[in-house]
């Protein structure tokens, strides 16, 4: 089956420590999304990428870094410099054109310990 | 700047009533619109999308939406609600540019019950 598969599902971090969130489609999309989902506020942008080896920031990249080395896999890294980072993490990807909707992975809940 | 409202937090409606989630949106030049569902702890998935043409657009599960431009809205509606459509949803909007980004709104949650 084509889809997004993201890994974990569950995540803790520790103070002072980075974590990566992988995110991988086989859905053959040039492009691909990362959101932060926090209760009330919907989802906001965090990076983006339309094709590889290049990638956008969103509005709230800081504390947040990405790569896009394959065409299928966009990872994120959430830094020790990100102080609120819990939240639920949801990456999609999408044809280029913006009249697709994009496709969505089942997320990963990050949590401080 | 591009925005989407979703002025409810919730929508109650008993099993077999039609429902109503109402969108607005605001964005320079035409918009795609679109509306995604949410399931607890699960990603986005998408219901239907409006591009250009007809003004009424369907989608998955009995799912409709109308585009009115004179209004600035995109409401998803469903004639008959069943308990199993209980769950959060999401307006979003896009510029016509190829560059622009997806802007959601903040969500709604529909609770159908018995």
């Known amino acids: 089956d084509g889809g997004i598969t993201q890994s974990p599902k569950y995540l803790f971090r520790k103070e002072g420590q980075n974590v990566t969130l992988s995110c991988e489609q086989n859905?053959?999309?040039?492009?691909m999304y990362w959101y932060r989902q926090d209760p009330g506020q919907g989802l906001r942008l965090i990076y983006y990428?339309?094709?590889?080896?290049?990638?956008q920031k969103g509005d709230i990249a800081e504390g947040y870094s990405v790569s896009r080395e394959k065409k299928e896999s966009f990872p994120l890294t959430v830094t020790s410099a990100q102080k609120n980072p819990t939240a639920f993490y949801l990456c999609?990807?999408?044809?280029?054109?913006?009249?697709?909707?994009?496709?969505f992975g089942d997320g990963t809940r990050l949590s401080i310990l | 700047a591009q925005s989407v409202a979703q002025p409810e937090d919730q929508v109650n409606v008993a099993e077999g009533n039609p429902l109503t989630v109402k969108c607005t949106y605001s964005?320079?030049?035409?918009?795609?619109l679109f509306w995604y569902v949410q399931y607890p702890n699960r990603g986005l998935q998408f219901l239907l999308k409006?591009?250009?043409?007809?003004?009424l657009v369907k989608g998955s599960y009995g799912f409709e939406a109308e585009f009115n431009k004179s209004q600035t809205s995109f409401h998803l509606k469903k004639p008959s609600a069943l308990v199993s459509d209980s769950a959060l949803y999401f307006c979003?909007?896009?510029?016509?540019?190829?560059?622009?980004?997806?802007?959601f709104g903040t969500g709604t949650r529909l609770q159908v019950t018995l």
């Open positions: 409006y591009i250009t043409g007809d003004n």
């Open positions: 990428s339309q094709i590889v080896n290049d990638f």
């Open positions: 964005v320079s030049g035409n918009p795609y």
């Open positions: 859905l053959n999309h040039d492009a």
């Open positions: 999609a990807s999408s044809l280029e054109e913006s009249n697709q909707p994009q496709h």
């Open positions: 979003a909007v896009r510029n016509t540019g190829t560059a622009s980004k997806l802007t």
